[in-house]
């Protein structure tokens, strides 16, 4: 996946939004106030850093070999993907969509009523 499809996909998530909070190597993208990808958008290759379920993370690193625990992260929590095209796309858009809705499920109530004024449902499906 490249960077503009990377990014594309994860603007078009219900509230989420670009930022550079940590300089200009990291490229972080929230939902609401609340960071669900990291992407190292001047590495080469690129990589990009996903919230997950403590035991799909290890799976997943135990399957991708691109796949790492959270690089400066809570490695329990987070992995970094290396975009080397060893992990196929679907496989990453169901990475990011996780992180998304895992973050939105530690929201608070008044949280996702806000996403939900945007079109957000919590059976993932979008109504705007």
């Known amino acids: ?8 996909y994860l603007e078009r998530k219900i509230g989420a939004r670009r930022d550079m909070p940590f300089g200009v190597n990291t490229l972080v993208f929230k939902v609401l106030d609340k960071i ?4 190292a958008w001047q590495s080469e290759p690129l990589s990009i850093s996903l919230k997950v379920d403590p035991i799909e993370g290890m799976f997943l690193c135990r399957q991708y070999e691109a796949i790492v625990a959270g690089y400066h992260l809570n490695k329990k929590h987070w992995i970094t993907v290396t975009l080397n095209g060893s992990v196929p796309d679907e496989a990453l858009r169901a990475m990011m969509d996780d992180s998304y809705a895992l973050v939105i499920k530690g929201m608070t109530r008044n949280a996702k009523s806000k996403l939900r004024k945007m079109g957000w449902q919590e059976d993932g499906k979008e109504t705007g």
């Open 36 to 39: 669900f990808a990291l992407v």
């Open 1 to 8: 996946m490249d960077y503009e499809t990377l990014c594309d």
